[in-house]
């Protein structure tokens, strides 16, 4: 059974950094066409897609977001973590992780973490 | 970057019709190596994280009602709902997997009429 839990501050200030941590287990980051992905999703608005983090260490950014963010595995603890600096108030969303794999036949995100409430406020 | 526009809104159908949810992308999702859509369609309730219902456009999830049926290809898909169901209500949401971005269409709220 695939599971994954994201991890990390519930309050930023504004400028500060934002470091989230996915902690996964049921499949590992070493197996070809498995990736771990991030999005988020602002109070009452759409989702929206961050980033994507491939088994081979491939990595792929939202445009809008790219010079902001950086996203690193740690094979050997189950982990994919992301930050986003220089953090702003219109940052304010549930961060999502949800696992990948190209070759399972589905190649779309399933599952997904429960997500955690990331607020930006002085 | 592909543009995903979902249509419409919000919706609100009676318990036991159908409900019909569009999606519309900018560019073609059908992969021509192995004649697939990367398209996929997501439930979302309230306080839940996203559900995978649909992948590949039409290929429904293990587990989902067959209620829930997805159709269409390139460019043009279609999340229909045979009959309706009060724990249906739900945002529904489309991906395209095609290519990073892996955006998502902006959401289409359904509740019961």
């Known amino acids: 059974q695939i599971t994954l839990k994201e991890s990390g501050p519930t309050l930023v200030k504004p400028t500060q950094t934002l470091t989230l941590t996915c902690i996964f287990s049921g499949f590992s980051l070493n197996t070809s066409g498995v990736s771990v992905g991030w999005i988020r999703q602002p109070p009452g608005k759409a989702l929206e897609w961050l980033a994507l983090l491939y088994w081979d260490d491939d990595k792929r950014y939202s445009p809008s977001l790219e010079n902001r963010l950086t996203i690193t595995k740690d094979t050997s603890k189950n982990q994919v973590v992301l930050t986003m600096t220089n953090m702003n108030p219109v940052d304010t969303a549930t961060y999502y992780c949800a696992h990948r794999n190209y070759f399972d036949g589905r190649g779309c995100y399933n599952p997904w973490g429960q997500g955690t409430l990331v607020t930006v406020s002085s | 970057d592909i543009v995903m526009t979902q249509s419409p809104d919000s919706l609100a159908v009676s318990l036991g019709e159908r409900a019909t949810i569009n999606c519309k992308s900018s560019?073609?999702?059908?992969?021509?190596?192995?004649?697939?859509?990367?398209l996929a369609w997501y439930q979302q309730k309230p306080g839940q994280p996203p559900k995978l219902l649909i992948y590949?456009?039409?290929t429904r999830e293990f587990g989902v009602p067959d209620r829930f049926s997805g159709s269409g290809s390139g460019t043009d898909f279609t999340l229909t709902i045979s009959s309706l169901q009060a724990e249906d209500v739900a945002v529904y949401y489309c991906?395209?997997?095609?290519?990073?971005?892996?955006?998502f269409g902006q959401g289409t709220m359904l509740e019961i009429k």
């Open positions: 560019q073609s999702l059908l992969y021509s190596s192995n004649n697939k859509n990367y």
């Open positions: 590949r456009a039409s």
């Open positions: 991906q395209q997997y095609y290519s990073t971005p892996h955006s």
